[in-house]
């Protein structure tokens, strides 16, 4: 992701695309949304990819056991980011108690 600039106006596309084909958020176009998360964060937008990363997880049911593995590692990373950037937010503590949700196979590498 070398140009997350350039980048985010296509994922945005691609978003809007398949959001307006499949309506709701669902888990087939949770990678498009998931993706856009990541390139806001590589921007610094950590608010926006933190948005992103929450709605698909809220659209993911209890069923999906290891997609909301996935998208929770991905809202550790953003508060992990999101830290680095105002180490004064309390993304640290959010990230800890996201991670202390993982089951342990899942948080492991995690742990910063």
């Given at each position: 992701?070398?140009?997350?600039?350039?980048?985010?106006?296509?994922?945005?596309?691609?978003?809007?695309?398949?959001?307006?084909?499949?309506?709701?958020?669902?888990?087939?176009?949770?990678?498009?949304?998931?993706?856009?998360?990541?390139?806001?964060?590589?921007?610094?937008?950590?608010?926006?990819?933190?948005?992103?990363?929450?709605?698909?997880?809220?659209?993911?049911?209890?069923?999906?056991?290891?997609?909301?593995?996935?998208?929770?590692?991905?809202?550790?990373?953003?508060?992990?980011?999101?830290?680095?950037d105002d180490s004064d937010g309390g993304f640290d503590e959010k990230?800890?108690?996201?991670?202390?949700?993982?089951?342990?196979?899942?948080?492991?590498?995690?742990?910063?």
């Amino acid at each position: 992701m070398n140009r997350p600039a350039e980048a985010e106006p296509l994922f945005r596309e691609a978003l809007a695309i398949r959001a307006r084909s499949e309506g709701q958020i669902r888990t087939n176009n949770q990678t498009a949304l998931v993706d856009l998360a990541l390139v806001l964060c590589a921007q610094g937008k950590h608010k926006g990819a933190e948005s992103l990363l929450r709605e698909a997880l809220d659209a993911t049911d209890g069923d999906h056991a290891e997609r909301r593995a996935a998208l929770t590692k991905g809202l550790v990373a953003t508060y992990d980011a999101w830290h680095k950037d105002d180490s004064d937010g309390g993304f640290d503590e959010k990230a800890r108690e996201l991670r202390s949700q993982l089951p342990e196979s899942s948080a492991e590498g995690q742990s910063n």
